[in-house]
């Protein structure tokens, strides 16, 4: 039987990352596009190119019964200017080629009329301009759909992950190559929070595509992953596992007031700005349609993904190694 090939767009990164070792786990043939392809082909089917010419993406398209658009602007500069012209390139090879498209979705969609149980349905009604154009793609997803395209959206909280960098686990609540020996929670005390660690996350999704065929054309999903009940859970694992390792870890309060500070000049510490009302009031994602095509969710037992988490941030000393 000949294998299945997906195209990964955003393979470099995180989630495009994980989703391809993932597939590749699965039985999957994996291709993906990159203006400078690694070194280390890991497997991966790599072809020179760029997500926001629709030419290129529909060259590596081809033959693909799935695209991963898991793909940011490079830098993540230029949110407004690159996104949606990305995703409408993905639609045009999806509609060329007759792929399913698979978009990692997001909480930013929500305002918090929909809180604090927000199934698929709920209206999106965001207060922060990413969210906006998030809503905007999942618009133009649906669209495609009703054009007669498939589409599967499965919407997580905050990844983190040992290889995922660019997310508030590794850039907020500890910091890479650094020991946590503090452990910045941006959390208001008490709301609670929702967390997702990615090969959880990228393993459902692959799970999802298999049963692609008795699926909606515009399916969405809600994984559920961690739901920190305080919102200090995270904070306090990470200090458990740190301990485990030697490390005396204190919790303390992230700088809001810095990033308060510097918004007006600088254009992520605005956006991190308009994003605060996610942390200062519960939101947690209704995943009962997930389990009813599932059954359950994959879930690493969570002190088990801190730790491996930690360790792939190198923020923990690497396990030494054993010999028979």
Same mark, same amino acid.
């Given at each position: 039987?000949?294998?299945?090939?997906?195209?990964?767009?955003?393979?470099?990164?995180?989630?495009?990352?994980?989703?391809?070792?993932?597939?590749?786990?699965?039985?999957?043939?994996?291709?993906?596009?990159?203006?400078?392809?690694?070194?280390?082909?890991? @497997?991966?089917? &790599?072809?020179?190119?760029?997500?926001?010419?629709? !030419?290129? #993406? $529909?060259?590596? /398209? =081809?033959?693909?019964?799935?695209?991963?658009?898991?793909?940011?602007?490079?830098?993540?500069?230029?949110?407004?200017?690159?996104?949606?012209?990305?995703?409408?390139?993905?639609?045009?090879?999806?509609?060329?080629?007759?792929?399913?498209?698979?978009?990692?979705?997001?909480?930013?969609?929500?305002?918090?009329?929909?809180?604090?149980?927000?199934?698929?349905?709920?209206?999106?009604?965001?207060?922060?301009?990413?969210?906006?154009?998030?809503?905007?793609?999942?618009?133009?997803?649906?669209?495609?759909?009703?054009?007669?395209?498939?589409?599967?959206?499965?919407?997580?909280?905050?990844?983190?992950?040992?290889?995922?960098?660019?997310?508030?686990?590794?850039?907020?609540?500890?910091?890479?190559?650094?020991?946590?020996?503090?452990?910045?929670?941006?959390?208001?005390?008490?709301? @609670?929070?929702? &967390?997702?660690?990615?090969?959880?996350?990228?393993? !459902?999704? #692959? $799970?999802?595509? /298999? =049963?692609?065929?008795?699926?909606?054309?515009?399916?969405?999903?809600?994984?559920?992953?961690?739901?920190?009940?305080?919102?200090?859970?995270?904070?306090?694992?990470?200090?458990?596992?740190?301990?485990?390792?030697?490390?005396?870890?204190?919790?303390?309060?992230?700088?809001?007031?810095?990033?308060?500070?510097?918004?007006?000049?600088?254009?992520?510490?605005?956006?991190?700005?308009?994003?605060?009302?996610?942390?200062?009031?519960?939101?947690?994602?209704?995943?009962?349609?997930?389990?009813?095509?599932?059954?359950?969710?994959?879930?690493?037992?969570?002190?088990?993904?801190?730790?491996?988490?930690?360790?792939?941030?190198?923020?923990?000393?690497?396990?030494?190694?054993?010999?028979?």
């Amino acid at each position: 039987m000949e294998q299945e090939l997906a195209l990964v767009l955003g393979a470099s990164g995180g989630i495009g990352g994980e989703v391809a070792r993932q597939l590749q786990r699965a039985g999957w043939r994996v291709r993906a596009l990159s203006r400078r392809p690694p070194q280390d082909a890991q @497997g991966i089917e &790599w072809l020179q190119g760029d997500a926001l010419v629709g !030419t290129d #993406v $529909a060259r590596a /398209a =081809r033959g693909c019964a799935v695209i991963v658009h898991a793909v940011n602007p490079p830098g993540y500069r230029n949110w407004a200017g690159q996104v949606v012209p990305m995703l409408r390139n993905t639609i045009a090879a999806a509609e060329k080629h007759g792929a399913l498209v698979r978009l990692p979705g997001t909480v930013y969609n929500y305002g918090p009329d929909a809180f604090p149980l927000v199934p698929e349905d709920a209206p999106q009604r965001p207060l922060t301009r990413k969210g906006a154009l998030r809503v905007q793609m999942e618009e133009e997803l649906a669209a495609h759909a009703a054009r007669g395209g498939r589409v599967l959206i499965v919407r997580a909280g905050d990844f983190f992950g040992p290889q995922a960098g660019n997310n508030w686990f590794a850039q907020g609540l500890v910091k890479p190559g650094r020991a946590p020996a503090a452990i910045a929670n941006p959390g208001l005390a008490g709301a @609670g929070h929702q &967390w997702a660690y990615l090969p959880d996350v990228a393993a !459902t999704m #692959v $799970a999802l595509l /298999a =049963r692609r065929t008795s699926l909606a054309p515009f399916a969405r999903f809600h994984f559920e992953g961690y739901w920190d009940e305080d919102g200090e859970g995270l904070a306090r694992a990470i200090r458990q596992v740190a301990a485990k390792h030697g490390i005396q870890a204190r919790i303390t309060r992230f700088p809001w007031w810095l990033v308060r500070l510097m918004a007006p000049f600088h254009t992520t510490m605005r956006e991190l700005l308009e994003m605060r009302y996610l942390w200062r009031e519960p939101l947690r994602l209704d995943n009962a349609r997930l389990l009813a095509v599932l059954g359950a969710e994959p879930r690493t037992p969570l002190l088990e993904a801190v730790e491996q988490t930690l360790l792939g941030q190198g923020c923990l000393p690497a396990p030494a190694l054993t010999f028979a």
